[in-house]
């Protein structure tokens, strides 16, 4: 990762710590997910992923997570680490930050991805947008800069104590960020089994271009799990 934005979410960090001197926890969760995926590029593969989360006063939260999908007796491997703030109890505005690893060792293709965006939601609906800054590497040769634009929105159907079912559209999430023209149509649910329990299913249709749906479209990802929250 380039020094110049070390320092920013250094800094960042060192903001979020100043503002949980007198933290108390308000949530915690841990999710397992199995993975399938059909793409035009790779074919057929599949994977597992984990993602744990922290809150902090109702005020900030803390997410991180691996993922190791198989393709071709070759591991991908993606990180990810994030940072929300919600500043405003009354405004449903956060500003987030992230940091996304995706490898594929076998080749020696590695990319470290810095996103800020800012999220404003409410019960049935939201957007985020901000700025990714990626840096690419392959066969250890020196990383390759670029920036681009980030965006996702969502629409909840359902949104219960017990169910909740959306749909959404964007080119990032958890443990990817694409080009600003990759985007991806997602259609997610959850369902509570008790206070603590819950399964979760995700669908993506994946796009690599701008073009239209019929020209652009890439391949599928099914992602279902559960999750625990305490």
């Known amino acids: 990762m380039h020094r110049k934005y070390r320092i920013i979410f250094l800094f960042f960090l060192l903001f979020l710590l100043r503002n949980t001197a007198a933290a108390e926890i308000t949530g915690r969760e841990i999710i397992s997910n199995t ?19 922290l809150e902090l ?31 405003f109890k009354k405004i449903p505005l956060n500003f987030s930050f992230s940091h996304i690893y995706n490898g594929l060792p076998e080749y020696q293709a590695h990319t470290n991805s810095i996103l800020q965006y800012v999220s404003f939601f409410n019960r049935y609906a939201g957007i985020s947008i901000g ?19 980030l965006y996702y929105g969502f629409f909840n159907i359902v949104n219960s104590d017990r169910i909740l079912i959306g749909t959404g559209w964007g080119n990032f999430n958890d443990f ?4 600003t023209g990759a985007y ?11 206070r603590n329990w819950f399964i979760n299913n995700e669908t993506w249709f994946i796009q690599s271009g701008g073009d239209g749906f019929a020209s652009t479209f890439y391949g599928i990802n099914w992602r279902t799990g559960a999750g625990f929250s305490w």
């Open 35 to 53: 993975a399938f995926e059909y793409n035009r590029g790779s074919g057929f593969l599949g994977g597992m992923s984990a993602i744990g989360s």
């Open 57 to 87: 006063n109702n005020m900030i939260k803390f997410k991180s997570g691996l993922s190791v999908d198989i393709v071709k007796n070759a591991a991908i491997i993606d990180l990810f680490s994030s940072a929300a703030y919600s500043p």
């Open 131 to 149: 700025l990714n800054l990626r840096f690419s590497s392959y066969f250890a040769d020196r990383a390759q800069f670029e920036s681009m634009l």
């Open 176 to 179: 990817r960020a694409n080009n």
């Open 184 to 194: 991806s149509y997602n259609i997610y649910s959850t369902v509570r089994i008790n």
